[in-house]
């Protein structure tokens, strides 16, 4: 409302009058905030004494909740039961959204970063309880930036103090492969390119395995490298028919979006494969290629540890091993004659010199005395 002024809580000018318990207040229509308050007793004795008491001082000031935080903490609630949580975890989430929206820079920040906390305490209650739940899922169910979820993610953490530990990696596959819609027939879905949910998983649980063995997964983001070990996993299961169908498709098909590192993150796999079929003669002479070596990769998994070891462990595969050359045996016995120059060498002070020269003079006069008949 023109002219009077903004909310101190989100900057909005819309404010407009508002009545409670009979006095009239400005109050924010965006997020609720009370921008001035009217006076009223709250006690017998004050009301005898005719004494006004405003209403931050007032017994009512601790039950303040604005209106945007009672829908934050509601879409809290939501979310919570969307997803089929605990109750303890509810209240944790609720609790963390709370605390955090004490500090003025998240009271004061813009609706769209408020909504993303929503999901940022509901995130980081199940990462502490080791609950399997992914950031890109909770930015589709909250239709949220990913990078914006991110950056406030980290702020929460930092802001509240918290000690989230990383998702389990394996339970990461569980969830995010359960989300594919591959794992029944459907008109989207040809027969063929149905799966069987367990087998599936298996066999991406084990190149993800490879993946993590290989340094394909350490400091990346684990969802492109999960998406490639899927997609090669899928294949290989039925190569015949599948090898023809490529990255994109396939997580069109599965109804999932495709991380854009999830295409380099499957060449370096299929590299990471052909190196481990160069270790059995069998394959090496089928002359492979990143294309025909999915329909080995089953009898590559049975043999994943000897061959990773052989392959990249011992370095046979990258060149031939250097040979260390011999050092040169030291004849030194210290029984040796030292050189007069090589002492002058080490004499420091005039004292030294003329102790070596008397020595030196006496060596002689012993050397030219004949020796007795």
């Given amino acids: 409302m023109p002219g009077r002024g903004r909310c101190p809580d989100c900057g909005s000018t819309e404010l407009v009058e508002d009545s409670h318990y009979s006095q009239s207040q400005l109050v924010c229509s965006d997020c609720g905030c009370v921008v001035t308050e009217g006076v009223l007793t709250t006690t017998f004795s004050d009301e005898g004494n005719l004494r006004e008491v405003t209403y931050s001082r007032s017994t009512g000031e601790n039950e303040q909740v604005s209106r945007s935080q009672q829908r934050g903490l509601r879409r809290v609630r939501d979310l919570c039961r969307v997803l089929q949580l605990p109750p303890t975890f509810e209240d944790t989430a609720v609790a963390y959204y709370q ?63 918290l000690d989230v530990p990383s ?33 599936m998983l298996s066999r991406t649980m084990q ?11 350490t400091g990346r983001h684990p969802l492109p490298v999960i998406t490639a070990a899927t997609f090669l996993a899928w294949q290989s299961l039925q190569p015949a028919d599948r090898l023809s169908c490529s990255l994109a498709r396939f997580c069109k098909l599965a109804n999932v979006d495709l991380p854009y590192p999830a295409s380099s993150r499957l060449q370096e796999l299929l590299a990471v494969l052909l190196r481990m079929a160069e ?59 030292i050189s007069d120059s090589e002492i002058e060498q080490y004499l420091r002070t005039p004292q030294e010199v003329r102790d070596f020269q008397r020595a030196q003079a006496a060596r002689q006069a012993a050397t030219s005395v004949p020796n007795p008949p």
Wanted: hydrophobic share 40%; proline share 4%.
């Fill in 99 to 161: 605390q955090a929206y004490r500090h003025s820079g998240i009271r004061a920040a813009r609706l769209q970063k408020k909504e993303v906390l929503v999901g940022c305490c509901v995130l980081i209650t199940c990462r502490q309880h080791n609950w399997p739940l992914t950031m890109g899922a909770i930015c589709t169910l909250l239709y949220a930036d990913l990078d914006v979820f991110s950056s406030t993610y980290m702020q929460i953490v930092k802001l509240l103090g």
């Fill in 167 to 199: 998702l389990c990696l394996a339970e990461l596959v569980k969830t995010y492969c359960s989300s594919f819609k591959l794992f029944q027939a459907s008109p989207s879905v040809p027969a063929k390119y149905v799966e069987d949910k367990e087998k």
């Fill in 207 to 217: 190149l993800v395995e490879l993946a993590n063995e290989t340094w394909l997964v």
């Fill in 279 to 337: 270790q059995l003669a069998w394959l090496r002479v089928l002359r492979l290629d990143k294309r025909s070596v999915v329909k080995h990769i089953g009898d590559l998994l049975q043999h994943r540890q000897s061959l990773v070891r052989s392959a990249f462990r011992d370095g046979t595969a990258e060149s031939p091993k250097r040979i260390c050359p011999v050092p040169p045996v030291s004849t030194v016995t210290g029984d040796e004659n």
